[in-house]
């Protein structure tokens, strides 16, 4: 039990103090994992672990469409939102079907994003 609540108040800590890039980052990160560990569940026939890593992924994914700012010029911000809504619903039906042919596409989405997000913020600094 000693650890698990040490480990929830180091993650409770990185997140109050990560800045909002390093958080967006850090939802990526989360959700790539969630999507990882959800397929090999599946792989594994524990369609309940499948299941919370997948609805993990989904609040991640909603998460992220709430924070788009949608005042910046260009077509970026609702072709995020287009894009966070296609890999949701693609989480959705792995789930339900625990399909995990439907995973490996929205993880290397995601990383694509998350390495996009990285390569804009290291140049802005």
């Known amino acids: 039990m000693g650890y698990e609540n040490a480990k929830n108040s180091y993650l409770r800590n990185q997140v109050m103090g990560a ?3 390093k958080l967006i980052e850090m939802l990526y990160q989360g959700a790539i994992k969630s999507v990882k560990i959800a ?3 599946i792989e ?6 499948a299941h919370k890593e997948l609805i993990r992924a989904q609040d991640i994914l909603m998460e992220l469409k709430g924070s ?4 910046v010029e260009g077509d970026v911000p ?6 966070y809504e296609f890999m949701y619903q693609q989480l ?3 789930n339900m079907n625990k399909d995990q042919t439907l995973l490996p596409p929205v993880v290397k989405m995601l990383t694509e994003l998350l390495d ?3 390569q804009i913020t290291t140049e802005v600094k």
């Open 68 to 71: 788009l700012n949608t005042e």
């Open 39 to 41: 397929e090999i569940a």
């Open 78 to 83: 609702e072709d995020l939102e287009s894009l």
């Open 92 to 94: 959705v039906k792995a």
């Open 44 to 49: 594994n026939d524990d369609a309940k672990k």
């Open 19 to 21: 800045s909002p890039t």
């Open 116 to 118: 996009a997000w990285e």
